[in-house]
């Protein structure tokens, strides 16, 4: 069975860190391309950090540039999101999610067709 499974999500004080996992199973991330999502209470699903197939390739969200960071560890079959000085508005259920098609957008929700069930960030002010 093919599954993404989050996790490190919890409760920070605005300005402290977290890291996410996603541990895959069934799919080898070496031979996939990664990203992770975010949605808040009434909003759509917006996307957050993109990593290409061999991990040498990163894209970001404009607001989480130079605080997010993305990557993978293809041995542990884990995707990683280090979240630095994080702000109340960071707060969100975040998914990961395997690429799909490659004819979409790495942006576009519809370019992944695997995702996790999601972790929950709440950033306190």
Do not use: H
Not at 8 to 19: E, K, N
Not at 58 to 86: E, P
Not at 97 to 123: I, K
């Amino acid at each position: 069975q093919v599954q993404l499974v989050e996790s490190g999500g919890g409760l920070v004080q605005t300005g402290g860190s977290l890291r996410l996992s996603c541990a895959a199973s069934g799919r080898p991330l070496s031979n996939t391309a990664m990203g992770w999502f975010r949605q808040a209470p009434g909003k759509e699903r917006e996307f957050v950090a993109f990593i290409n197939v061999i991990g040498s390739s990163t894209t970001y969200v404009d607001s989480v540039k130079g605080r997010f960071i993305i990557s993978k560890d293809n041995d542990k079959n884990t995707l990683y999101l280090q979240m630095n000085s994080l702000k109340p508005e960071d707060t969100a259920v975040y998914y990961c999610a395997a690429r799909g098609s490659t004819f979409l957008s790495s942006q576009s929700v519809f370019g992944y067709n695997l995702w996790g069930q999601g972790t929950q960030v709440t950033v306190s002010s």
